[in-house]
């Protein structure tokens, strides 16, 4: 899919979120400023999410209240460290979306959604959904409808 611009990328992100159901984990791949945590956010308004999503510089988890729950990793500044952040047993209840998710590989379920984003111009993005599961392979097919 191609995005256009911060809003459209938000609303892209609300459409897929609203598809989203309890447990669902979303890795998010892209260089810095591509637009992951603006992805994040859109996941946010999907699950009514009013407080802001954003990622300070040495925060690795937030939990977010709303509809669902939303459990925001940035595994930035992990980088090779491998650091358990021990909340496998909270993510069935809620949402997880994975910035950088590189450094978190050890951590990752089976099955997730994949979605790659590609800075192509100033405000243009490339932005790709990987199912990878059977559950997120029908996701990725309501999107494209
Ligand atoms: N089409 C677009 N989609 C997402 N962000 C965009 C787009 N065009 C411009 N931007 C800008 O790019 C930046 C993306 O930042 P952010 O979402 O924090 O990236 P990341 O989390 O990948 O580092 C924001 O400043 C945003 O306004
Ligand atoms: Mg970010």
């Known amino acids: 899919m191609i995005s256009h611009s ?3 990328t938000i609303q892209l992100a609300e459409r897929l979120g609203k598809k989203l159901r309890k447990g669902d984990v ?3 791949k ?3 400023a ?3 945590t603006t992805f994040t956010k859109g996941i946010g308004k999907a ?3 009013k407080e802001v999503i954003n990622s300070p510089t040495f925060t690795i988890l937030k939990i977010y209240e709303g509809d669902l729950t939303l459990f925001h990793i940035d595994a930035y500044r992990l980088e090779n460290n491998l650091y358990d952040l021990g909340i496998e047993e909270y993510q069935p209840e809620g949402i997880t979306v994975i910035e950088w998710p ?3 590989e050890k951590f990752l379920p089976e099955e997730y959604l994949e ?3 590609v800075q192509t111009d100033e405000e243009e993005r490339d932005i790709l959904l990987i ?3 059977k559950h997120y392979e029908e996701i990725v097919k309501e999107m494209e409808c």
């Open 115 to 117: 979605i790659s984003i």
């Open 6 to 8: 911060e809003k459209e």
């Open 102 to 104: 590189e450094y978190y």
């Open 26 to 28: 979303i890795i998010l």
């Open 34 to 36: 591509s637009g992951k």
């Open 47 to 49: 699950l009514n999410i």
């Open 30 to 32: 892209g260089d810095l």
């Open 131 to 133: 199912p990878h599961g």
